[in-house]
């Protein structure tokens, strides 16, 4: 699903350089500066060429209108 992900959202033409067979999911956990645990489940490595490349997915599913969706974004990039 990832894979599929990839190429049906990111139309650049290095999705296309990427071996997705070598798809791992990492560990997502961390502690953030103020030292709150924080868990996120959706980071992924996959090789490109050589070297690892690290994709970060963040999904955000919502059963309704969220005005502040923008803020919360930030907060989760941050």
Excluded: N
């Excluded at 139309?11 to 798809?23: F, I, N």
């Excluded at 980071?43 to 690892?52: L, N, S, T, Y």
């Amino acid at each position: 699903m990832v894979g599929d992900l990839l190429r049906g959202f990111v139309p650049d033409t290095w999705v296309k350089e990427l071996d997705l067979t070598t798809l791992e999911k990492c560990s997502g956990s961390y502690v953030s500066d103020d030292l709150r645990d924080r868990a996120d489940d959706l980071i992924w490595r996959v090789h490109w060429g050589q070297d690892w490349l690290y994709v970060y997915l963040l999904l955000e599913f919502q059963s309704t209108i969220d005005r502040w969706m923008a803020v919360r974004i930030q907060t989760y990039l941050g």
